[in-house]
């Protein structure tokens, strides 16, 4: 049995377990399907009638992709109403272009949670990305840190991934070592 002080020491947790197999199953990159795995567990705790729209196979998976990412800063007490309406419309919505899917998708979100828009708005004028602080100068290493779009941020968790999947059976650096070193 794994006890709680082995898991603690583990490099890995359920979702990159998953994302392992989806990434065997359908051929795709593990930091793809990372992206699939969180999509899934999206669909399966925010958004379960769209799911159900989906699985019955009524809503596309790029439509997927774009309601949840609507749908990411929606408060969790709008979600239920959002999801009905949603899940409601969004089969008649397979011609549209993506910017027509973004404003019928944003309809609903501003109906339920006006402040998710503007929660949207304001976080994505608060991206930056910082090197170094000169108080960290002395040890000879610096911080990194900073806010992204969730978009570019997966991009980024991406490629970090690839970089860092396949080490040297002789390397002994942690992967939190490696992916700093990949930077």
């Known amino acids: 049995a794994c006890t709680d002080e082995r898991r603690e020491r583990q490099a890995i ?18 930091g793809k399907a990372i992206g699939l795995v969180d999509l899934a567990a999206t669909l399966r705790d925010r958004l379960p009638k ?15 992709a774009a309601i949840a990412w609507r749908t990411f800063l929606v408060h969790q007490s709008a979600l239920p109403a959002i999801d009905s309406e949603i899940a409601e419309r969004a089969p008649a919505w397979g011609t549209l272009s993506d910017k027509k899917l973004e404003h019928a998708i944003d309809v609903w979100i501003d109906r339920h949670d006006p402040n998710a828009v503007r929660r949207t708005r304001t976080a994505m004028r608060g991206r930056y990305f910082a090197v170094g602080d000169r108080n960290d100068d002395a040890c000879g290493t610096t911080s990194v840190h900073g ?35 990949a930077v």
């Open 13 to 30: 947790d359920g979702t990159a377990i998953a994302a392992a197999q989806v990434s065997c199953a359908l051929s795709v990159t593990h």
């Open 147 to 181: 806010r992204l779009s969730v978009t570019d941020a997966a991009l980024v968790h991406q490629r970090l991934a690839i970089m860092i999947a396949n080490p040297c059976p002789d390397d002994p650096r942690t992967m939190d070592q490696r992916r700093a070193d």
């Open 50 to 64: 769209v799911r159900a729209r989906f699985l019955a196979g009524q809503i596309s998976p790029a439509m997927i």
